[in-house]
């Protein structure tokens, strides 16, 4: 019984744990976290932005400053998330989304039966343009993840309060990238043999432009791909998921940065390419050695070995024999003389 309760009492740890919050929705802000903002230029109702990745595990919110860029606020680490690195497919997959989405006001759900949840917008028109399905992928807390991003009740109370407060200062819609790991030199060479690795370097490009103006991309689809930041040539021209992409081109600021930023990049993933190329082989090798039988000695290192002394095999030597009252072992031992060869005698002489 005792360990039954006790079990009941972890799984409640994940879980509803704090329902004697009055109204989860209207929770507000730790004063705290208010106050971080206040010193970083931040306003409470100013619009947010997040990022999701898998492999660290992490949720980030950043915020707008009075000039437009965006800094980080606070991260979260992530209770859990399901299925591996790489984007959902299809329904019933388990598998947990990649990719850029758009978070409304209406997606927000203040009755969840996770504590609190957001709907990410899976499948977006990326995502349909591929022909892919999921429904009800959400941010959410319980702890409890099929498909989805699970956090803690006690997180999702301010991850769910920085989007309350940023719909409430005017922004209609707010930003979710979601990544298999921090897009650099390093990961990417890790991965460069995945399936995914293509469609990780497309959305790559939405990651590094963010990082170089700290500002969320503006992300359209066409030709059934991402592209990030591009503005049409033509005055009205639209991106259509399934059509060709119209002509259109990056800021010429930003095409100078991200030239820059890709120069370096370059050298950093081939830097990392060969080094983890060297790590393993030498993790290789090392495999081997401890998987190899040991090696036999050859002809020649048994030539050269040392002979083994030779072991002599003791005689023995017969217990005395008494005789007529003189002991056998009182008669001094004389070698015995050597065996002489038998003369033939001449028959003259023996007649």
């Not at 619009?47 to 991260?75: C, D, H, T």
């Not at 991309?217 to 060709?244: L, S």
């Amino acid at each position: 019984m005792i360990a039954v309760s006790g079990m009941a009492v972890a799984l409640a740890g994940c879980q509803d744990v704090l329902e004697s919050v009055d109204n989860k929705a209207e929770y507000p802000l730790p004063k705290k976290v208010v106050n971080k903002m206040k010193a970083h230029d931040q306003r409470t109702r100013a619009p947010i932005m997040m990022r999701i990745f898998k492999q660290e595990g992490m949720l980030e919110v950043w915020k707008a400053k009075s000039n437009g860029r965006y800094a980080l606020v606070k991260e979260y680490e992530i209770c859990k998330w399901s299925g591996k690195l790489g984007p959902k497919f299809k329904e019933g997959d388990r598998q947990a989304p990649e990719g850029y989405y758009d978070i409304r006001a209406h997606q927000m759900n203040p009755k969840s039966s996770y504590y609190l949840s957001f709907n990410m917008g899976f499948p977006n028109r990326y995502d349909r343009s591929h022909g892919r399905t999921g429904s009800n992928l959400m941010v959410h807390g319980a702890c409890s993840s099929a498909g989805c991003y699970s956090m803690t009740d006690e997180q999702v109370l301010e991850i769910y309060a920085f989007a309350r407060e940023a719909f409430r200062g005017g922004q209609t819609s707010f930003q979710v990238q979601a990544y298999p790991f921090r897009m650099n030199a390093e990961n990417m060479a890790k991965h460069r043999d995945s399936e995914h690795f293509d469609y990780w370097q497309m959305i790559k490009v939405g990651y590094d432009h963010f990082e170089l103006t700290k500002r969320p991309p503006k992300v359209d689809v066409c030709d059934r791909g991402y592209v990030f930041n591009q503005i049409p040539e033509e005055n009205g021209a639209q991106f259509h998921a399934q059509r060709a992409c119209p002509p259109s081109a990056t800021p010429r600021s930003l095409q100078l940065a991200y030239a820059s930023l890709s120069k370096k990049y370059d050298a950093a993933f081939a830097k990392a390419v060969k080094a983890d190329e060297k790590s393993k082989r030498k993790q290789a090798k090392k495999q081997l050695l401890v998987a190899a039988p040991a090696p036999e000695q050859s002809d020649r290192q048994q030539a050269l070995a040392p002979a083994s002394p030779a072991v002599s095999t003791p005689v023995p030597i017969a217990a005395p024999i008494i005789t007529d009252g003189v002991s056998t072992a009182s008669i001094e031992q004389k070698p015995l003389p050597a065996a002489q060869p038998t003369k033939k005698k001449s028959w003259w002489k023996v007649w």
